[in-house]
Nanobody
Framework: QVQLVESGGGLVQPGGSLRLSCAASGFTGFTRAGYAIGWFRQAPGKEREGVSCISSRTGSTYYADSVKGRFTISRDNAKNTVYLQMNNLKPEDTAVYYC??????????????????WGKGTLVTVSS
C-alpha cells in the first residue's frame, strides 16, 4: 500500500521560507503516464485546493496561480521523496498541506475527491 508522510511545516513570519517533504513508500507512479505526486492545501473554512504537482513520468510541473514564482516542487526518485520549497510566504498561505497522488488534471481542477492517496498533512502557519 502507498504511504505518504509529510514533514517540514511550522510557524514562519511573512516573507519567510519553508521546505516541505513528502516521503512516499509503495509508490510506483514515478514513471506512470498522466500521473503525478504533489500537494494540496486546505485553509480553515476553505475547500481543499491543488497547489503543485510533478509528473511521475516526465517531471513536468504545475503550480497554482497563487503560488507561481514563490513555490518550487522537486523530487528525489532515489529517496522516493518530493519537496515543496516555499519562499516569500504570505499569511494567505496558512493551511494544512497534504501530499497526494493522482491524475495530473485533478491538481489544476482542484479535484481533491479524485485523488488516490493522501498523507496526514503538515501545518504551515504564516503570521507575524
Amino acid at each position: 500500500q502507498v504511504q505518504l508522510v509529510e514533514s517540514g511545516g511550522g510557524l514562519v513570519q511573512p516573507g519567510g521560507s519553508l521546505r516541505l517533504s513528502c516521503a512516499a513508500s509503495g509508490f510506483t507512479g514515478f514513471t506512470r503516464a498522466g500521473y503525478a505526486i504533489g500537494w494540496f492545501r486546505q485553509a480553515p473554512g476553505k475547500e481543499r485546493e491543488g497547489v503543485s504537482c510533478i509528473s511521475s513520468r516526465t517531471g513536468s510541473t504545475y503550480y497554482a496561480d497563487s503560488v507561481k514564482g514563490r513555490f518550487t516542487i522537486s523530487r528525489d526518485n532515489a529517496k522516493n521523496t518530493v519537496y515543496l520549497q516555499m519562499n516569500n510566504l504570505k499569511p494567505e498561505d496558512t493551511a494544512v498541506y497534504y501530499c497526494a497522488t493522482g491524475q495530473i488534471s485533478y491538481y489544476y481542477n482542484n479535484n481533491a475527491n479524485g485523488m488516490d492517496y493522501w498523507g496526514k498533512g503538515t501545518l504551515v502557519t504564516v503570521s507575524s
